[in-house]
Structures are given as C-alpha cells and as structure tokens.
C-alpha cells in the first residue's frame, strides 16, 4: 500500500468517525499538504533517531561512538537545510534550525554538544576506535586531529617503553645472577648512543602503523582490527579509552534523588527549578554545614534540607 492508499484510508476512518474542522461545520481530512508536512517532519527527524537507537544499544556501547555518531546525525541535518530545488525543505526548516541552533545557551546541536568536540579523552577515545580511527576526524573534529595523533604516538611510546624497561630490567637480573663477575668494561652503558636512536626509530613505526590504519566495517570488533605492530598495546590503550562505567549505580541515585524532589505536591515545578533542586540535594554534602529545617515546611518536604 502506498502513502496515497494510506492517506485515503486514514481519511476514510476519520469521514466515518465524523472529523470535522474546529467550527465542526465540514468534514475535516488529510490532504496533501498534511501529508507533505508529515513527510518533512519524519525525514528531518529520521537522523535524530537513528542516533538515538546506536547510542541507546546494548551492545559494543564504546565511548569512542559518541562523537561520530553525533557528527552523522549532525551532517545529515545541516544538509537538509542547504538542501535546494526537489530536495528543500517546505514547512520543516525551522524544525531544523531548531535542532542545529537556538538562540540562548541551552537547545540546539550547536549549543548542547559544541564542547564535547574539545574533549581530548572523547576524541582519543574515537580515533583508537577501528570502526573511525584517525580517517573520520576530517568530519568529526579537523582542527583537533594534529593533537590527537601526537598524543596517540606519546601514549604509545610510553606503554611499549614500560613494557620493554619492565622485560630488560627482569632479563638483567636474571644475568646478574648468573654471572656473577664484573664486566671488563663496567663505563660501557654510559657510552650507549643508540638508545636515542631507538626512541626515534619507535616513534616513526607508530606512526608509521596509525597512518596506516585502516577503519574496520565490521559490528563486532576483533583483535585483529587493530594495527599488528605492537598490537598489544593498541588494545590496551583502546581499552583504556573507550570503556565506559560498568555499573549503572551512579544513574540509579540521581533518578532516586529526582524521584524524591519531583513529589505530587511539586508537580508543577517548572523544569529549571527541577533541575536546581536535584542539583543542590545531590550537592549538599559539599557545602559542609547543617541545614536547619525552615518553619512552615511540612514533614513531606523535609528531606530537601
């Protein structure tokens, strides 16, 4: 069934039903700019939730994901609204100014998501991701990608230098005892000049590897999505990065602390004021003082102080 058969049947519900219009004087149906505008709102809000269902998934719910699905959401919008010709948008571009920007500091991409863009852990947390990797921070976050990968290769560096220092110092201990004699040339380990040599050498590899890494299209991430060379710690670091809180204990007691603002008799309050109160009961504690309970407050609301 098309949206033309849909449309008709919907209206014929509504013709047997006895819609009419406000003044209840005619019939009132669905006609086709209904129907343009029902269309408009379901594509504009399409990305948005498209979005919503990867973040909210169960499964291979990495940090690295934010950003990237973010930016997708937010491409997909900005597109629609230099769209021209067939492709513009008739009644739902203010819909989409909306979603892109607002006047004011709180709604809008722009205003809500603007500074997570700048948080180096969210973006380190996406380019070890091998389903994004370093290739999408053109889209994601251009002006930060010289940084991110600079403080890839140092984080890098430092993990195999740990690993190999922690290997060589067991190596030499195993030979001290061993070999009990002293060295014809103890002075000859002060005289090493290839360790800088080497520190540069392992620079150039992670780079090397990074810039070769290719993103994986894969769901379900593999050991094998990662670069070979010192795939080790690559996994490590990706670890490190993109593993989220494992329990929902700290989601939990804000909901509860809401559930215990939020009462019958409050049920008017207005979302700011809700959202100042759940702020100051979940901060009390860092004011270090006693709270005396005002005179008039009744039992129910007591707990609030």
Known sequence: MDDDARLEVVNEVLRNEGGTN???????????????????????????????????????????????????????????????????LTYAKPLVRALLRQQGNKGGFNNRFSAMFKDLDLLMASALHPNYGMTTFNSVAPNMKEEIFQRI?????????????????????EAMEEHEEVSADPFAELCDTTQADQEDDLEEDIKKELLAWKRSKEATLKKS???????????????????????????ERLFSTAGDVLRPKRACLSEDNFEYLVFLKGNLHLLKQKFKVPKGVDEEDEEMF
């Not at 408009?40 to 939730?49: G, H, I, R, S, T």
């Not at 290769?153 to 201990?173: F, G, H, N, P, Y």
């Not at 990662?226 to 329990?247: C, E, H």
Request: aromatic residues 8%; glycine residues 4%; hydrophobic residues 35%.
């Open 153 to 173: 290769v140092k984080e890098m560096k430092a993990l195999i230098r740990q690993e190999t220092e922690e290997e060589t110092t067991s190596q030499d201990m």
């Open 22 to 88: 406000r003044n209840r004087t005619s019939y009132y149906g669905f006609d086709d700019q209904d129907k343009q505008v029902l269309q408009e709102y379901c594509k504009v809000m399409k990305p948005l939730a498209n979005c919503l269902d990867r973040l909210q998934t169960e499964e291979n719910a990495y940090l690295g994901v934010l950003l990237p699905t973010l930016t997708l959401m937010r491409v997909a919008l900005e597109r629609m609204e230099e769209a021209r010709g067939d492709q513009a």
């Open 225 to 251: 999505h990662f670069p070979a060379k010192y795939r080790d710690q690559w996994v490590t670091l990706f670890i490190k990065y993109n593993t989220g809180i494992p329990s929902s204990a700290v989601v």
